[in-house]
Nanobody, 118 residues
Framework: QVQLVESGGGLVQAGDSLRLSCAAS????????MGWFRQAPGKEREFVAT????????NYANSVKGRFTISRDNAKNLAYLQMNSLKPEDTAVYSC???????????WGQGTQVTGSS
């Protein structure tokens, strides 16, 4: 089992920046791909970003590319999502997730709310 706890959400205005953190415990953090997902009210959960086990490879949804940056610190068992130039449509509950092979995400955090206003 991998336990994941997100933090860092809040209320932001358009153009603001925010950094989300995901603290992992349990199994060896560096063995897992990490991903960030979000779910806006009334919408399906969507992929935001993913990072490989070493951090050398990342991938982003088109809607956040160039504005968001995913990173990780394997020594501290932490993953991050740096969000810049936030827009009202970025409002959602953001969740981090862990995947052993980068395909199916097996473990999920409870999520943290990000609310953007114009």
């Amino acid at each position: 089992q991998v336990q994941l706890v997100e933090s860092g959400g809040g209320l932001v205005q358009a153009g603001d920046s925010l950094r989300l953190s995901c603290a992992a415990s349990g199994r060896t953090f560096s063995n897992y791909f990490m991903g960030w997902f979000r779910q806006a009210p009334g919408k399906e959960r969507e992929f935001v970003a993913t990072i490989s086990t070493s951090g050398s490879n990342t991938n982003y949804a088109n809607s956040v590319k160039g504005r968001f940056t995913i990173s990780r610190d394997n020594a501290k068992n932490l993953a991050y999502l740096q969000m810049n130039s936030l827009k009202p449509e970025d409002t959602a509950v953001y969740s981090c997730a862990a995947s052993r092979r980068g395909l199916v995400y097996d473990f999920w955090g409870q999520g943290t709310q990000v609310t953007g206003s114009s």
